[in-house]
C-alpha cells in the first residue's frame, strides 16, 4: 500500500458570487454549478436547456486572477456541466449580478434591439455578449457570430441579437462590470477578494458517499491517483459532465486536474510546441493557429467559446472519442503525448496511443502530462477539413488532416488521418503509400482515394452513413488537389461570411 498523501488539504469548497463568500462542505461533488444555482441559491436567471453544454441557456461567466495575479479574466462557460467544486478559487457571475443597479448595458442593448421574445434564451445570450464586453472592444461580425455560436434562440432570430453586439458598448460606464473591456481598470476589491482565496491546499470533498481531490502538484496527483486507482480524472469537464447528466453516471472518486501548475503550461521551442493536459482550448489556440495556422478554422468550428473556455486538448486526446477533431491533425503533425506516473515519464507518439474503441495507452495510475507537436516544417504543407452538419458548435461526420511534402511534383513525404472512420482515429497507411514516391497529378490522388477503401470500413449512425463517409473522405483528397491547384479557397469563411 502506497503512504498516504500528508500535503496541506482543505474541506470547503470557496468562491465568490456578488462580493460575498460562498463556502460549501458536504456536497455531492458532481453536482453542477446550474443545480446549485437554481437548485440551492433560487436563483433561477440561468436556465436549463439541454444540460450538456449546447444550447446556452445556462452560460455564466467566471472571473479568475490573471498569471500575474494583478486583474481578472473573464469567461463564460456552461453551467450545466461544469461541477460545482471547479469553482473553488473563482468568481462566479450569473445574470442576476449584471443588474444590481438597473440594466446593464449588454442587457439594455438588447431590449432597444429587440433581441428577446419568449426569453428563456436570453440570459444565456447576455452570458455570452457580456464575456465579449469583457474581452473584446470592437468584435468583427465573425467574432460576434463566434461568440454566440453556443446560444441557441428559436424565437427571436439571430439579427437583433448581432445589433445588441454592435451597439452594447454605447452606453458603458459605471462600476467594473459594466466598463468594457476598453476602459476597465483592474478591479482591485475583486482581485484582492481571489487573491486571498489562493492557496496551495489541495481541496478534499468527501460527501454522498463520493471522493473529489484536486491537487495543485504533479507530485501530489501522482499520489492522490496511485492511492485512487479507480478515480476519474476531470479536466473542463466538457466530456465527464455529461457522464452525470446525461448518462447520470455515478462517479464515486473525482481526481481535478485543473490546479496542477505544471500541467498548465504552454511552452513553444524551436523544435516543438508542447502544450500542457490542463490548457483550455482557448488558451491553446493563438499558439496553434500561429504555428498550424491550417487549424484556425478547425479550431473556430470546434465547439463554441464556453466549451473552448473549459475544454482541454488533453481531455480530447485522453477521451479519445473517434470522432474527436484534435486528434487527426495531432497524428499528421506526428504528435506524442508525455505520460506521467509515480514511475516517472514516458512518451508515446499518438498513433500508438489507442488501441479500440475508446481504449488507450494509459497505464494505471498514469495520466496525460502534455502534448508535443513537432513544428511544421517550410516544405510541408498541413490542411485539415471538418464535415458536419451544422457549420458552429456540432460534432464531426468526419474530419480530416493531411500533411503533405511535394518536391518537384513529386510527393515526398504524406501523412493523411481521418476521425469519424473507424473505432479509433486513424492514420490511412494505404493511402499515404499510394502518394509518396508518386507524382502529384490526378491519376496518383485517384489511386490515393482507392487505397481508403483499403484503410476504412467506417460505419453508419445518425451522423452519416458508410458510404457517405468513404465517399466523402474520398472527395477530400480530391478537394485537396483542386485547392493546390489554386482553384479554391482554402477555408470555408471565404465562401461568403462576412468579416
Ligand atoms: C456542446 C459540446 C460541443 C463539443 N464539440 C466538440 C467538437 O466540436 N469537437 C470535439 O472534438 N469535441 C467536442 N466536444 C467534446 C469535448 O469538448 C472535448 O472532447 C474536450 O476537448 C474534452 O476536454 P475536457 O477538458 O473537457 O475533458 P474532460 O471532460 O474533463 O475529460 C475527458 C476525458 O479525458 C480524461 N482526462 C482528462 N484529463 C486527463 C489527463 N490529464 N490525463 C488523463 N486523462 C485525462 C478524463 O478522465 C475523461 O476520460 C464537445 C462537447 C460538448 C459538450
Ligand atoms: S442547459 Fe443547454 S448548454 Fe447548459
Ligand atoms: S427568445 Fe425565445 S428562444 Fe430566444
Same mark, same amino acid.
Given at each position: 500500500?502506497?503512504?498516504?498523501?500528508?500535503?496541506? $488539504?482543505?474541506?470547503?469548497?470557496?468562491?465568490? %458570487? +456578488?462580493?460575498?463568500?460562498?463556502?460549501?462542505?458536504?456536497?455531492?461533488?458532481?453536482?453542477?454549478?446550474?443545480? =446549485?444555482?437554481?437548485e440551492d441559491l433560487r436563483r433561477t436567471g440561468?436556465?436549463?436547456?439541454?444540460?450538456?453544454?449546447?444550447?446556452?441557456?445556462?452560460?455564466?461567466?467566471?472571473?479568475?486572477?490573471?498569471?500575474?495575479?494583478?486583474?481578472?479574466?473573464?469567461?463564460?462557460?456552461?453551467?450545466?456541466?461544469?461541477?460545482?467544486?471547479?469553482?473553488?478559487?473563482?468568481?462566479?457571475?450569473?445574470?442576476?449580478?449584471?443588474?444590481?443597479?438597473?440594466?446593464?448595458?449588454?442587457?439594455?442593448?438588447?431590449?432597444?434591439?429587440?433581441?428577446?421574445?419568449?426569453?428563456?434564451?436570453?440570459?444565456?445570450?447576455?452570458?455570452?455578449? *457580456?464575456?465579449?464586453?469583457?474581452?473584446?472592444?470592437?468584435?468583427?461580425?465573425?467574432?460576434?457570430?463566434?461568440?454566440?455560436?453556443g446560444n441557441l434562440c428559436r424565437c427571436t432570430?439571430?439579427?437583433?441579437?448581432?445589433?445588441?453586439?454592435?451597439?452594447?458598448?454605447?452606453?458603458?460606464?459605471?462600476?467594473?462590470?459594466?466598463?468594457?473591456?476598453?476602459?476597465?481598470?483592474?478591479?482591485?476589491?475583486?482581485?484582492?477578494? #481571489?487573491?486571498?482565496?489562493?492557496?496551495?491546499?489541495?481541496?478534499?470533498?468527501?460527501?454522498?458517499? $463520493?471522493? *473529489? *481531490?484536486?491537487? /495543485?502538484?504533479?507530485?501530489?496527483?501522482? @499520489?492522490? #491517483?496511485?492511492?485512487?486507482? +479507480?478515480?476519474?480524472? #476531470?479536466?473542463?469537464?466538457?466530456?465527464?459532465?455529461? !457522464?452525470?447528466?446525461?448518462?447520470?453516471?455515478?462517479?464515486?472518486?473525482?481526481?481535478?486536474?485543473?490546479?496542477?501548475?505544471?500541467?498548465?503550461?504552454?511552452?513553444?521551442?524551436?523544435?516543438?510546441?508542447?502544450?500542457?493536459?490542463?490548457? /483550455?482550448?482557448?488558451?491553446?489556440?493563438?499558439? #496553434?493557429?500561429?504555428?498550424?495556422?491550417? &487549424?484556425?478554422?478547425?479550431?473556430?468550428?470546434?465547439?463554441?467559446?464556453?466549451?473552448?473556455?473549459?475544454?482541454?486538448?488533453?481531455?480530447?486526446?485522453?477521451?479519445?472519442?473517434?470522432?474527436?477533431?484534435?486528434?487527426?491533425?495531432?497524428?499528421?503533425?506526428?504528435?506524442? %503525448? &508525455?505520460?506521467?506516473?509515480?514511475?516517472?515519464?514516458?512518451?508515446?507518439?499518438?498513433?500508438? *496511443?489507442?488501441?479500440?474503441?475508446?481504449?488507450?495507452?494509459?497505464?494505471?495510475?498514469?495520466?496525460?502530462?502534455?502534448?508535443?507537436?513537432?513544428?511544421?516544417?517550410?516544405?510541408?504543407?498541413?490542411?485539415?477539413?471538418?464535415?458536419?452538419?451544422?457549420?458552429? @458548435?456540432?460534432?464531426?461526420?468526419?474530419?480530416?488532416?493531411?500533411?503533405?511534402?511535394?518536391?518537384?511534383?513529386?510527393?515526398?513525404?504524406?501523412?493523411?488521418?481521418?476521425?469519424?472512420?473507424?473505432?479509433?482515429?486513424?492514420?490511412?497507411?494505404?493511402?499515404?503509400?499510394?502518394?509518396?514516391? @508518386?507524382? !502529384?497529378?490526378?491519376?496518383?490522388?485517384?489511386?490515393?482515394?482507392?487505397? %481508403?477503401?483499403?484503410?476504412?470500413?467506417?460505419?453508419?449512425?445518425?451522423?452519416?452513413?458508410?458510404?457517405?463517409?468513404? $465517399?466523402?473522405?474520398?472527395?477530400?483528397?480530391?478537394?485537396? =488537389?483542386?485547392?493546390?491547384?489554386?482553384?479554391?479557397?482554402?477555408?470555408?469563411?471565404? =465562401?461568403g461570411r462576412q468579416a
Amino acid at each position: 500500500m502506497p503512504a498516504e498523501s500528508t500535503s496541506p $488539504r482543505r474541506d470547503t469548497i470557496r468562491f465568490m %458570487l +456578488d462580493g460575498e463568500l460562498h463556502e460549501i462542505r458536504d456536497v455531492d461533488p458532481t453536482r453542477t454549478v446550474l443545480q =446549485y444555482l437554481r437548485e440551492d441559491l433560487r436563483r433561477t436567471g440561468p436556465k436549463e436547456g439541454c444540460a450538456e453544454g449546447d444550447c446556452g441557456a445556462c452560460t455564466v461567466a467566471l472571473a479568475e486572477l490573471n498569471p500575474d495575479g494583478d486583474d481578472l479574466e473573464v469567461r463564460a462557460v456552461n453551467a450545466c456541466i461544469q461541477f460545482l467544486p471547479t469553482l473553488d478559487g473563482k468568481e462566479l457571475i450569473t445574470v442576476e449580478s449584471l443588474s444590481v443597479d438597473g440594466l446593464h448595458p449588454v442587457q439594455r442593448a438588447m431590449v432597444d434591439e429587440h433581441a428577446s421574445q419568449c426569453g428563456f434564451c436570453t440570459p444565456g445570450f447576455v452570458m455570452s455578449l *457580456f464575456a465579449l464586453y469583457k474581452t473584446n472592444a470592437a468584435p468583427t461580425r465573425i467574432e460576434i457570430d463566434d461568440a454566440l455560436a453556443g446560444n441557441l434562440c428559436r424565437c427571436t432570430g439571430y439579427r437583433p441579437i448581432i445589433e445588441a453586439a454592435r451597439s452594447m458598448y454605447a452606453e458603458e460606464g459605471g462600476d467594473w462590470l459594466r466598463q468594457s473591456c476598453t476602459k476597465q481598470q483592474p478591479p482591485a476589491d475583486r482581485v484582492q477578494r #481571489l487573491r486571498a482565496l489562493a492557496d496551495d491546499a489541495m481541496l478534499v470533498l468527501s460527501s454522498s458517499g $463520493r471522493k *473529489f *481531490f484536486a491537487p /495543485t502538484s504533479v507530485e501530489e496527483l501522482c @499520489q492522490v #491517483l496511485a492511492e485512487n486507482a +479507480d478515480a476519474t480524472l #476531470l479536466a473542463g469537464g466538457t466530456d465527464v459532465g455529461l !457522464w452525470v447528466t446525461k448518462r447520470h453516471a455515478e462517479l464515486d472518486c473525482v481526481i481535478y486536474v485543473g490546479n496542477v501548475a505544471e500541467l498548465s503550461r504552454l511552452t513553444v521551442t524551436d523544435d516543438h510546441v508542447e502544450i500542457g493536459a490542463t490548457v /483550455t482550448l482557448t488558451d491553446a489556440m493563438p499558439a #496553434l493557429i500561429e504555428h498550424y495556422p491550417a &487549424l484556425e478554422e478547425l479550431l473556430l468550428r470546434y465547439a463554441s467559446p464556453p466549451i473552448r473556455n473549459a475544454a482541454t486538448l488533453g481531455g480530447n486526446v485522453a477521451n479519445g472519442s473517434p470522432i474527436g477533431d484534435s486528434m487527426a491533425p495531432l497524428m499528421v503533425l506526428d504528435a506524442t %503525448l &508525455l505520460l506521467r506516473s509515480r514511475s516517472g515519464v514516458r512518451e508515446v507518439a499518438l498513433d500508438a *496511443f489507442y488501441h479500440d474503441y475508446m481504449v488507450n495507452d494509459l497505464k494505471e495510475g498514469e495520466f496525460l502530462e502534455a502534448i508535443r507537436i513537432p513544428r511544421l516544417s517550410q516544405q510541408d504543407e498541413l490542411r485539415t477539413y471538418k464535415i458536419s452538419k451544422r457549420f458552429d @458548435q456540432d460534432i464531426s461526420a468526419l474530419c480530416a488532416a493531411f500533411r503533405l511534402r511535394v518536391e518537384d511534383d513529386t510527393v515526398v513525404d504524406a501523412r493523411v488521418a481521418f476521425g469519424g472512420m473507424a473505432a479509433t482515429v486513424k492514420r490511412a497507411k494505404n493511402c499515404e503509400a499510394a502518394l509518396v514516391g @508518386q507524382p !502529384w497529378t490526378l491519376a496518383t490522388l485517384e489511386l490515393a482515394m482507392q487505397a %481508403l477503401d483499403v484503410d476504412f470500413e467506417p460505419i453508419s449512425d445518425m451522423r452519416a452513413t458508410a458510404d457517405y463517409r468513404l $465517399r466523402v473522405a474520398k472527395n477530400l483528397l480530391k478537394r485537396l =488537389y483542386i485547392e493546390r491547384a489554386g482553384k479554391l479557397p482554402q477555408s470555408v469563411y471565404a =465562401y461568403g461570411r462576412q468579416a
